[in-house]
């Protein structure tokens, strides 16, 4: 499935709009081995997204939210020890597809990535419009005429002033370098973009702004975002639904109205305690403890140890459980 | 017309037009021009007082933290410790104040030497500062039971790298308070660490201070989580202080249009920040070796007055008592 150049342009899209789920992960695990046991980073992780929905992925850091977007997209480091699940991308299970068909027809294809602290990887001896029409060339997917075309295009598309496609990473600020790395992950045209901590290392100011374009494009191209972050003020900037991920494991998964508001799961709502906010009069508080180490985690629920709600049934580990329209790996929603 | 005059009561701290600036190479004899980081800035620290510095990176903030400590030279201006002065001393001289002033980083991990276990971490100040065995272990015990490292005896071998985020901070918490000093200087203290820790360690500090009635120098860009843990707030742009005032004043009623933009920025989690764009102004913050003329802010800034915002440096106002702003619309 080449890519002609002109399906490349930002008005196909519609043809390639599909129904329902645009990814479908089933039971993903990712264990790394390390000198002192196998790191189970992500562990059994289920979920599905809608075309067109933003999905925020909020955690602590060490909770998995990182390797699940590395899963998803096979940008494994070489120490993993298990790897498996399903991982369906517009119907297709491409957890099945070879490394070469995977990076032909899936990585930045179909779904593109920005990493964190990315606007600092920027190479700094090429120029920049070059470098954001460089996945389109590496395959020869794209003449290069093409590709600088549709450089162009993404440049304005993320609010770039044409001029800068010839400039050097050093002569662009932070927030253009970070506007520059996101115009590459829109440069094949994906279907999802994962925006792994997209703003956390710009100023307050710059960050609002990068906010506002990533906005803009989701509602100009219906791109579907899986967005990563620590910082749940700004994950509600971007978020239709949110995953809460807790030591590995998914332990919410609800509606942004929901999760926001009341969240069901009792680290979840800790957690949103936690969050300081400027404009309520509300004190933050702080979870006591620490999570568990991910080599030997413990046996019941993971959160069961610093839990307040915590009874006997919290020795086994408790499936999903379906509260409303949101996913809660909680004992107490066991009724429902 | 500014905070100076209020010398008097407990004023541990004053900054008096302090202005760093550090000279770019010089081309032979030519001098090339200087970075402007720190460019007339005045304020007080009064005893026993936590106060906040916000502003973006490249503002001056931490240049302005360590001209403080004495490890960036002031090109004009004076600092006032304890009234004394401090300002470009070398570095025998400035030995009581450091023992007097603690600092905790950024960076706990980067803060901690990887080689040294907590125990030893903490006893070196103890033996600069020429402490007797005896008080030097007493003391240690005492400060790591103050920041909950307990029980003591298992933290006091413990290496940083077998710490967490949140225990390493404590360490560096506790290293910065264990000569008793007067005033704790913060650069970002918990921007490195997650949500949930975040509270518990400014909660911490806030227990310290109000114990040993210490003032606290915050340093930060991030206002929502320092705000019930100190009293007054500074607000810097492009090495100036545009704005000073109380916590509850600039989330309540600020008044530099800089400051507005900031806390329009800034966002409470809510699902319908997705459905909003926010109203901030484009642009970045001005290049310190040619800053623009007049106010610093004017080419961003939509309330600007033709004629004087992009002419005339506003000096400070007081539209209200106690609170203070660098703008011509205040005037």
Same mark, same amino acid.
């Given at each position: ?7 490349v342009s ?6 390639r709009a ?6 479908? /992960? ?16 992500v ?10 929905r933003s999905l ?16 998803i997209l ?10 498996k699940?399903?991982?369906? /991308? ?17 990585r ?8 964190q ?5 920027l ?12 996945p389109?060339? @590496?395959?020869?997917? /794209? ?5 600088m075309?549709?450089a ?12 800068f ?10 927030g253009?370098?970070?506007?520059? &790395? ?8 994906p279907? &999802? ?6 703003t956390?290392?710009?100023?307050t ?21 899986i967005?990563?972050?620590h910082?749940?003020?700004t994950?509600?900037? @971007? ?11 998914l332990?919410?998964?609800?509606k942004?109205?929901r ?13 949103m ?21 991910l080599?030997?985690?413990p046996?019941?629920c ?8 915590r ?9 999903l ?11 107490l929603y066991?009724?429902? | ?7 008097? #009561? ?10 760093t ?9 030519l ?5 402007r980081?720190?460019?007339g ?6 005893v026993?007082?936590a +106060? ?21 030279? !002031? $090109?004009?201006g004076e600092? $006032?410790?304890n ?11 400035l ?11 950024? #960076?706990p ?10 125990g030893?971490?903490l006893?070196?100040p103890l033996?600069i500062?020429?402490?007797?065995t ?5 003391r +240690?015990?005492? +400060?790591?039971d ?13 290496f ?12 560096v ?11 704790v200087?913060?650069? *970002?203290?918990v ?8 509270v ?17 120098l ?20 492009a090495?100036?202080?545009v704005?000073?005032t ?6 309540h009623? !600020?008044l ?8 329009k920025?800034?966002?409470?989690p809510?699902p ?5 764009f926010?109203? +901030? !102004?484009?642009g970045?913050p ?12 004017? !080419?961003?800034? $939509?309330?600007?007055?033709k ?17 203070f702003? *660098?703008?011509?619309?205040?005037k």
């Amino acid at each position: 499935m080449r890519q002609e150049p002109k399906t490349v342009s930002g008005s196909s899209r519609g043809l390639r709009a599909t129904q329902g789920a645009v990814l479908d /992960v089933e039971n993903l695990y990712l264990y790394f081995g390390a000198t002192t046991g196998v790191v189970r980073a992500v562990d059994r992780v289920s979920f599905k997204l809608n075309h067109g929905r933003s999905l925020a992925i909020v955690g602590e850091s060490g909770c998995g939210k990182t390797s699940l977007a590395r899963a998803i997209l096979r940008l494994l480091p070489r120490n993993v020890d298990t790897y498996k699940g399903r991982v369906l /991308v517009d119907g297709n299970d491409v957890m099945k597809f070879s490394e070469e068909r995977f990076r032909r027809e899936v990585r930045w294809v179909k779904i593109s990535m920005v990493t964190q602290a990315a606007m600092n990887s920027l190479n700094p001896v090429l120029k920049v419009g070059y470098q954001v029409a460089e996945p389109l060339l @590496l395959d020869h997917r /794209v003449g290069k005429g093409d590709a600088m075309e549709r450089a162009r295009e993404v440049f304005q598309t993320v609010g770039i002033p044409e001029a800068f496609l010839q400039r050097y990473a050093f002569e662009l600020s932070g927030g253009m370098r970070q506007r520059a &790395i996101i115009a590459m992950a829109l440069v094949a045209n994906p279907l &999802i973009v994962i925006l792994d901590e997209p703003t956390s290392a710009l100023d307050t100011l710059t960050q609002a702004n990068i906010m506002n374009a990533l906005k803009k494009i989701k509602k100009d191209l219906r791109l579907t975002y899986i967005f990563i972050t620590h910082d749940i003020a700004t994950s509600s900037e @971007l978020a239709d639904e949110v995953i809460c991920m807790y030591a590995g494991q998914l332990v919410e998964h609800s509606k942004a109205e929901r999760f926001y508001r009341e969240p069901l799961h009792p680290y979840a709502r800790m957690l949103m305690a936690s969050v300081p906010t400027l404009r309520l009069d509300k004190k933050p508080e702080f979870i006591s403890g620490q999570p568990p180490s991910l080599i030997n985690p413990p046996q019941g629920c993971r959160f069961a140890e610093r839990c307040p709600r915590r009874f006997e049934r919290c020795q086994e580990e408790p499936p999903l459980f379906t509260h409303g329209d949101g996913l809660v790996k909680c004992w107490l929603y066991e009724r429902d | 017309m500014s905070e100076i005059e209020n010398m008097q #009561d407990n004023v541990l701290l004053s900054i008096k037009d302090l202005r760093t600036w550090f000279e770019l190479k010089r081309w032979g004899f030519l001098h090339a021009g200087s970075v402007r980081a720190v460019d007339g800035v005045s304020f007080d620290v009064k005893v026993g007082q936590a +106060v906040t510095i916000v502003g973006e990176s490249g503002s001056g903030k931490t240049t302005l933290l360590r001209t403080i400590l004495g490890l960036a030279r !002031p $090109t004009a201006g004076e600092i $006032t410790f304890n009234g004394r002065r401090i300002e470009g001393q070398k570095a025998h001289d400035l030995a009581w104040v450091r023992s007097q002033v603690g600092f905790v980083q950024q #960076d706990p991990y980067g803060a901690l030497a990887p080689f040294m276990n907590a125990g030893t971490i903490l006893r070196e100040p103890l033996i600069i500062n020429k402490m007797g065995t005896d008080e030097q272990e007493h003391r +240690v015990r005492e +400060v790591m039971d103050e920041v909950r490292l307990i029980p003591v005896e298992d933290f006091l071998s413990k290496f940083p790298h077998m710490l967490s985020g949140g225990q390493q901070q404590r360490l560096v918490i506790a290293r910065a308070v264990i000569l008793r000093p007067k005033l704790v200087v913060a650069d *970002e203290p918990v921007s490195m660490l997650d949500a949930s820790v975040r509270v518990e360690i400014l909660e911490l500090m806030r227990k310290i201070q109000a114990t040993h009635s210490l003032s606290v120098l915050y340093i930060t860009h991030d206002l929502s989580s320092v705000r019930y843990f100190s009293e007054r707030v500074f607000v810097m742009y492009a090495a100036k202080m545009v704005e000073k005032t109380e916590v509850n004043e600039v989330v309540h009623n !600020p008044l530099h249009p800089y400051t507005q933009a900031l806390l329009k920025a800034i966002p409470d989690p809510d699902p319908e920040n997705a459905d909003k764009f926010r109203d +901030v !102004p484009p642009g970045e913050p001005p290049n310190l070796i040619n800053p623009p003329t007049g106010c610093h802010f004017h !080419p961003r800034c $939509t309330h600007k007055i033709k004629g004087l915002c992009d002419v005339e440096e506003p000096p400070e106002f007081e539209p209200s008592p106690g609170h203070f702003v *660098e703008c011509w619309l205040y005037k």
